[in-house]
Every structure is written in C-alpha cells, then in structure tokens.
C-alpha cells in the first residue's frame, strides 16, 4: 500500500513540475521564444558565463577548504608513499593551474564575444605557429610527468628479493581476508584451492605433505613489523578481489588461478600514527560526528556508534558479490619486538589442523 | 526497398513522394531520418531509466541505513520494508552503467546523429543500404527490451559491474545476479553488437562513397568526420567484446574455462582449470577504452558543428581538429591496459599504457584549445546548443585533466577504483557527451520535428544541469582522494570514512536536482514536437547542406537534383560576402579564394 502510495506521490509531483513548467511556457506565448538567441539573451547568458566561471572557482576553493586535507596525498605509512605523494602534487598542481587558465579562457570569452546583431565575427581559421605552441607545451609538460611517473612505477613494482623481505599471502574470499605468514623459514608452502579440506581446517589448500607449510601460519589480523620490507603474495578462491591499503599507496588485485604480488615496507607504526597530529585531528573530527549520530540512534532507542580509533586497514577494492562493502582486515604495524611476541603465540599449520 | 535508395551519380532522380504505409513510415521505416528519431526516442527513454538508477543508488549511498518508501515503490521485493537489498545496489550499478554507455551514448547519440546527418550533411538521399539500417535499429530495440526485462526476472539482474568480470559474472554461486540475469545481459549486449555493427558499417561506406559532387574528404563538416571515425573505431572493437561475450558464455553454459580457474566455492571444488580473468580484462577493455571515445568523439563533432555555427567563425584549425580525432582514434585502440595496472599483469606492460595514456592528451588539448580559441573573436549567439557546447569543453577539460592522474600507473594504484574515477569518467565522457546530446537536440530538433523548442526552458535547462553537474561530481573527487572505494553499498562499516558522509548528502541533493531539472527538457521535448513554433529552413544561418533541405521530411532529402558542394562548411563573417554565413552550395565568387586547408 505504501508502495503505491508513493509511486503516486512520485507520479503527483512530476505532474506538478510539467504543469509548472507548462504554465511557464504558455505565459510566454507572446513573447520570442524561437530557440534562436537574440541580444537580450545573448547579454543575459553572457553574464551568466561569468557567473559560471566564478561559480567554477568557488566550488574548487570550497572543496580544498572543507575536504583538501587528503589523506591520500599526505601522511604516507610506506617507503615508497611520499614518492607517490610527491608525484600526486606535481600532477594536481599542473591540473590546477590549466585548469583554472583555460576555464577562465573558455568563460571569458563566451562572455566578452557575446553576439550583437549586425556584428561580424573575425573570419580567423587557422594559425600554425599558434597551434604549434599549444601541441608542443603539453608535450614538454606530459613528457616530464611520464618520466617521472614512470621511474616511481618501477621503483615501486620491482620487486627486490635480495633484501630479505618478510613474505606475507594476502587470501581473499568472499568476504573475507586472511594472511599466511611464512614461519621461520620464510617459504610459503605450496597451496592451491583444490586441496581445501574443511573437515581437517585446511581451509586455504595447503600441501599438507609440503615441508615448507608446516610452520606457516594462517591469522585474521595482519600484522607487519615497521622497517622491514614486506612481500604480499595475493591469491583469490572465488572472484577477483583487490588488496587495497591506502596508507601505505599499495593495491594489487587478487586473481583466482594466479598469484600476484605487490611489496612495500611500513615506515609508521600503528601508535605512532595515532599520535600523528593530523591523524589525531581526523580521528577526533570523526567521532565528533560518531557521537552526534550516536544520539540521534538512542533518542531512537538503538545501540550507539562505538567510539573510532585509527586503525590501517585492508579494504576489498574490486566487486565482488554481496557484501563485498564489508570485507576488511585490520593491519597492525608495530616493533619488531612486538611483532615477534604476536607471532609466536600464533598457531603454526601443522598445528591448526584437526586431526580425525 | 533499397533500390530507390539512390547514388548520387544519378542525380537528376528525384526525391520519392512513394505511397508509405503508417507502418513502413513510422515503424519499419528505411528512412535514415526516421531511424534516427527512433534511435532519440529510445535513447531518451533508456537514458530515463539509466539516470533514475542513479538517484536510487545516490539515494542509498546518502542515507543508507533509512527505510525509503521510494525504494519499497520502484523495487518492490528488492527493498523489504523499504531497505535496499545490497545484490539489487551493485545491480542497479550494472545496469545504469551498460544503460548509459551502451544504450544512451553509444545507440542514443551515435545511433541519432550519425543517421540524421551523414546522408543530409554529405548530400545523399539515404544510408547506402536502408533495410541494413532498419535492421540495425530493430536489433537495437530489441537488446533495450532484453536488457529492461532483466530486472524482472528471480534472481535478479546482472550485478558483476559493468564490466563483467569473472569469475563473479560466471559462477551464479558467487551472486544471484550472475545466473538468469546475466545470461539476459550477454544475450542483450550480443544483440546490442551486431545492431552497432551494422550501423557502422553502413556510416562507413555512405560517408565514403554516397558524397554529393564537390563534397571531397577536407570539406566535409567535423560532425561527419567524427561519426566516420567513430564508426571505425567502432568496427574494429566492438567483435573483441563479442568474442569476449562468447567465450563468457561458454564457460557459463558449456563448461569451458577460458577465464576461469582454480576455483572454490560455497563448499566446492569447481572444475575450471587454466583459464585467466586477466584474459577477459584485455578483450573487455580492448572495447571498453575506445567505447570511450566511441561516446565521446560524435559529442565533439556535434560541439565543433555547433561552436562554429554560433561562434560565427570557422572552426579553429580544420587540419588540426582532423588530426586530433584520427589520432585520438588511433591512440585509443592501444591504451587499454591503463585500466588493468594492478590487475597482476606484468608492471613492464603498464609502463608501456602509461606512455600511450598520456599521449592521447595532446591531440584532446589541441582539440580543447581549437575550441576556445573559436571562440575568440566571434560573435557568439549564446542559444542553449551552444551553451551546451561551451559546458562540454568546459566539462572535457574538467574531467581530462584528472586523466593524467588516472593514467599515471604509479598514481593510480591509489586511487584505482575509488570515487576519484568514478568523478573522472562522469565528467569526461559522461556529462561531456550527454551535453553533445542536448547540443545535438536543440541544434537539430528543427531538422528532425520541423518546430522549435522554447529557449527559455532550454536556458533553464542547461543552467541548473550545469551547476548541478559540477556539484555532483567535484566534490567526489575528494572523497575519492579520501581513499573511499566506489561500488560500496554502504560506507558505514568504515569509521574511517565518516567525516565523508556529509559530502556524499550534498551530492546526491544536487543528483536529485539534477534529474528534476531532466523534466523540464522532457515537457520542452514532447510538448514542441507537436505544439512547439514553426521553424524557418536554414534557423542558424548554418552553411551545411542538411539546412538546404526542405523543412518537410520525405524519402530522399532533397526535390529535384542534390546540392553540389563548392566549399568547406566553415565560411562563417568570409570577407567579401555581406552574410555572415555561406553555405557550403554557394559556388566562389569571382576572385574568391578557397582556403588552403
């Protein structure tokens, strides 16, 4: 019934706009209304080119202004994330600033060429030196950013196995994540969907006659120690996922039927972000707004938000059915100290197994 | 039927008065006129229920966890209780998605423009093959049909995204969408296919071979050579994505495992083996990057028609604009793997789409400046195809400017998939070419209706889309910039994206606006096809050959012989003529010059 309601609600209100909109229409019988412009409209449109344009600005000076702390472009956890950062600053300056010269161009100038009758345009239709320019400057410019865009991807993406990084499966299902830690031996062992056995909790399809898996270890929470290079192997059960975490400017998708793998090393801790200043500011900014929310939801009689503490996080970053807004794991970068004590209470494989 | 489709070799033929039947005038009619206000008005229709999709889906990302008696309405047992069932959000994401790129932009725009004024711009009294043409549209309807009764069917529509991808697209264990629903959308977009593929190839071969006498490659307007390229583009892309449909269906209903491998789910071991989704990521985009500019070029060769009529000046550098679209066509075949940087393919690969990516800059800025620098100088007549013109390159600059982020590969990888693209592409092929749409209509509404729209609700129109569509979609770039993903059907498991939500409600107050406003030209649109004032033969003074055409349609375009051509289209304020246009029949005067372009 509610639902009929509505589309009639729906239906009534369109109706009104058409009669609005035909009530305006019709009191305009008299007057010129033929589609084609004439110096009243002309004028009048002109000004509102203007109004556009500033209209434009005002809508970038607003968003920097409320939204431009960015958290993508500052405060990087990884090694390579301030040369991502950098980069980013770079492009979203040029932008800016073509941005605002050439929508300045284009405005002012439908505003200052408004057409008045019996006016000749200049008859102008080609200039070679000039288009020369306007080739050859993005070219300079496009070259510099590919350049430098470029060095950044391969610094990024080679991936050097001399240094001793800290091997890490990232597993992806729906709709969950979990990481397999190397053990002491830092070789993954050999794993592939086929030999999942639920019966036993071999639930990633490890080789259990594999020497290297026995002390892999399977967790729900991933924890990195700060400083040491870490190398994610990404592996998918069902569909494409993607590893997503955007503190550390890292994402790589995971594929079912290949491994894939992206590496980075965590510079910043997890308490150590905490104190970050603009961390802390973001934080508490957010639980502002968590406790607005959280009394209207009593008032309403339900639960109240629970109180935000940064966290880094990995987030599912390619569809991926149902509830894939919700398929997060929390990362944990910590000492090495720490990182050791974590891991040495974690079950090793040969260990989780259930025996029948 | 298509023998008295004529050549122009014969010109002495005359246009047909022949009997029509209602049926062969309105329904199965050969007439590429008709045609073309078939292609519009399912277009718009489809573009009807696409931009609804979106307020749903703004609705729902805005005020997620509220009953909305809107959605217990319009989704019935998708919204129990009026909240949104998360499978029918990543559905409605699918279908707006393939809707507009597909149905709108690609049939809607394409499909209307590339019909009406290839045979009318280039003197020709109809497609080289009219029944070909016919059967291009009734595909079309056809595939709209299928792809609407999708959403009616159990187990609900496609939900893997518009792109498709498997193994979610192909196991209906991984989502509901993915079984009866996503064979419709196959079945559809197969249609869909060889509609646009016969369409194509008959652009092709009338622009190549049906031009009237004088009409040489170098004077035809840039509207033609941007369908004609468009066409190409499209005849080399769209069998990839078929192939890709086909093979998609293949491991879905026969077993095959040409994407699939490795794969466990709900309990089991499915059988697939060897096969790679990466796979199917090169064959989706080998199509999917130029669809882009499929959509987006005929906007931009409707905007230079339309810039350079109202501008009263030729168009700024002819060559260049030429140049650029053949590059950009060119160009566009070979980035495609700047949508898979982090897909697992190899990171030499994407090196290699990153130097093509940002390549495919320069001949858009050339174009973006040939259009500003049009501008300078003239005498603009400011009527809302051009206000619609001046927003697309204002919007092209927007939404390309953010490319070069985009196309970074190493910047990319952080922003890849957030909001930050969805900003991007809204803006840049988008909003770009649904304003290439509106040009188009008020531009040409007096060829295809004989009447005129009312400016004034035109004016209304375009100011309040305008700023909505800025509203919309600038703001969204933070949030992407925030590191929120898109395709979430709800934020509030991410504390950390709370301090985001404010400014998801302020756009999808100016989504709401915005789609109101699509009212007004709707009203404009329906109540001037009948109602509207008479329109003059030539309304903007325009030098292209369409406006030499009498107002009344009939098969064959022009009584008596076709125009010869003696000049490019852009004789707009010539010294030496007391006009400030000349039409593209009017032979030189004695000592005039043709310009060397």
Not at chain 2, 83 to 101: E, Q, R
Not at chain 2, 478 to 498: E, H, K, Q, V
């Amino acid at each position: 019934m509610t639902g009929l309601l509505t589309i009639l609600i729906l239906l009534g209100i369109t109706i009104a706009i058409w009669q609005m909109v035909k009530i305006f229409d019709l009191a305009q019988a008299n007057r010129d209304t033929s589609q084609v412009a004439n110096n009243k409209d002309n004028s009048v449109n002109a000004y509102l080119m203007l109004a556009f344009l500033g209209f434009i600005y005002f809508i970038t000076i607003i968003s920097f202004a409320l939204w431009g702390d960015l958290p993508l472009v500052s405060n990087s956890a990884s090694e390579h994330g301030p040369e991502i950062d950098r980069l980013m600053v770079i492009s979203m300056v040029v932008i800016f600033i073509v941005q605002t010269i050439t929508q300045f161009l284009l405005h002012y100038f439908a505003f200052k060429y408004k057409g008045e009758k019996g006016r000749k345009a200049l008859f102008y239709a080609d200039n070679d030196k000039l288009e020369f320019i306007w080739t050859i400057i993005p070219v300079i410019v496009l070259a510099g950013l590919i350049m430098y865009g470029l060095f950044t991807w391969n610094d990024i993406m080679n991936i050097n196995e001399d240094d001793d990084p800290l091997v890490v499966e990232l597993y992806a299902q729906q709709f969950n994540w979990k990481a397999r830690y190397a053990g002491a031996d830092n070789v993954l062992g050999m794993a592939n969907v086929r030999l999942i056995n639920l019966d036993n909790a071999n639930i990633l399809g490890l080789d259990e006659s594999d020497p290297n898996a026995q002390d892999d270890i399977i967790t729900t929470e991933l924890h990195l120690p700060v400083g040491r290079p870490v190398l994610f192997k990404m592996r998918s059960q069902d569909v494409l996922h993607s590893a997503y975490m955007p503190h550390f400017r890292a994402q790589m998708n995971c594929v079912p039927g290949m491994i894939t793998q992206f590496a980075f090393t965590p510079t910043v801790t997890t308490a150590e972000m905490r104190l970050n200043p603009d961390i802390y500011q973001k934080v508490k900014n957010i639980n502002k707004i968590r406790n607005e929310n959280s009394k209207k939801l009593q008032a309403e009689g339900e639960e109240p938000l629970d109180r935000y503490e940064f966290d880094y996080l990995l987030l599912c970053n390619k569809i991926c059915g149902k509830s894939h807004y919700n398929m997060q794991m929390k990362i944990i970068v910590e000492t090495q100290e720490e990182y050791n004590e974590w891991i040495s209470e974690q079950k090793q494989f040969k260990n989780s197994l259930v025996q029948n | 039927m298509s023998a008295h489709v004529d050549n122009h070799t014969h010109e002495d033929d005359h246009g047909h008065h022949h009997k029509e039947t209602f049926v062969t005038k309105y329904i199965f009619s050969q007439d590429h006129k008709m045609i073309a206000k078939q292609y519009l008005i399912t277009g718009i229709i489809m573009g009807i229920i696409g931009i609804l999709m979106s307020l749903l889906m703004r609705m729902q990302i805005a005020w997620p966890e509220k009953p909305n008696a809107i959605f217990e309405a319009l989704l019935g047992k998708w919204a129990p209780g009026g909240v949104m069932d998360a499978d029918i959000y990543l559905a409605l994401v699918t279908i707006h998605g393939t809707i507009m790129v597909f149905f709108v932009l690609t049939a809607g725009l394409s499909g209307t423009f590339s019909n009406l004024l290839i045979p009318l711009q280039i003197g020709a009294r109809d497609m080289a093959s009219g029944f070909l043409n016919m059967i291009s549209y009734w595909l079309f309807f056809l595939s709209s049909v299928i792809m609407v009764i999708s959403f009616f069917v159990e187990t609900g529509p496609a939900a893997a995204g518009w792109t498709v991808y498997p193994p979610l697209s192909a196991l209906p264990l991984a989502q509901g969408g993915s079984g009866a629903g996503m064979t419709l959308w196959l079945v559809s977009m197969a249609i869909f296919i060889a509609s646009s593929l016969l369409g194509s190839l008959n652009y092709i071969v009338t622009v190549l071979n049906l031009r009237t006498k004088g009409m040489s490659m170098t004077r035809l307007p840039l509207t033609i050579w941007a369908f004609f390229i468009t066409a190409v583009i499209g005849v080399v892309s769209f069998p990839v994505l078929l192939s890709a449909a086909l093979l998609l269906i293949m491991d879905r209903s026969f077993g095959t495992s040409f994407f699939l491998s490795d794969i466990f789910i709900q309990g089991e071991v499915l059988h697939y083996q060897g096969g790679s989704p990466v796979l199917f990521e090169h064959l989706f985009w080998f199509l999917g990057h130029p669809e882009v500019y499929i959509v987006l070029l005929p906007a931009l060769g409707i905007t230079s028609e339309v810039i350079a009529t109202n501008a009263r000046k030729p168009i700024f550098g002819y060559r260049a604009m030429v140049a650029s679209i053949i590059a950009i066509a060119f160009l566009s075949t070979i980035v495609w793997g700047h949508h898979m940087f982090i897909s697992g393919m190899n990171p030499f690969l994407g090196s290699v789409f990153t130097f093509t990516t940002l390549l495919i800059a320069i001949p858009s800025a050339v174009k973006a400046f040939n259009y500003i620098t049009t501008l300078w100088k003239g005498n603009l007549q400011l009527n809302p195809a051009m206000l619609f013109s001046i927003g697309l390159v204002s919007t092209f600059i927007t939404g390309g400017l953010t490319g070069i982020i985009l196309g970074d590969s190493a910047l990319d990888i952080n922003v890849h998939d957030t909001y930050f693209v969805v900003a991007h592409f809204h803006l840049v092929m988008g909003i770009s070419a649904l304003y290439g749409l509106f040009a188009g209509v008020y531009h040409w509404f007096p060829k295809m209706f004989g009447r005129m729209l009312n400016k004034n609700l035109g004016y209304i129109h375009f100011w309040v889309t305008a700023v909505c569509a800025y509203g919309v979609f600038f703001p969204m770039h933070f949030i992407g910039m925030a590191g929120l993903p898109r395709r979430y059907y709800t934020n509030s498991n991410f504390p950390l994206f709370d301090d985001t939500q404010n400014v998801q409600i302020l756009i999808t107050i100016f989504a709401l606006v915005a789609g109101l406003v699509q009212l007004v030209f709707l009203y404009n649109f329906i109540h001037s096809m009948f109602y509207g004032k008479k329109t003059v033969k030539n309304p903007w003074r325009s030098n292209t050959l369409e406006w030499t055409a009498p107002i009344e349609h009939f098969h064959g375009n022009w009584e008596g012989e076709i125009p010869h051509v003696h000049r490019w289209a852009y004789d707009y304020s010539k010294p030496g003529h007391d006009d400030d246009f000349v039409p593209q029949n009017i032979p030189f005067k004695k000592g005039e010059e043709e310009l060397q372009h």
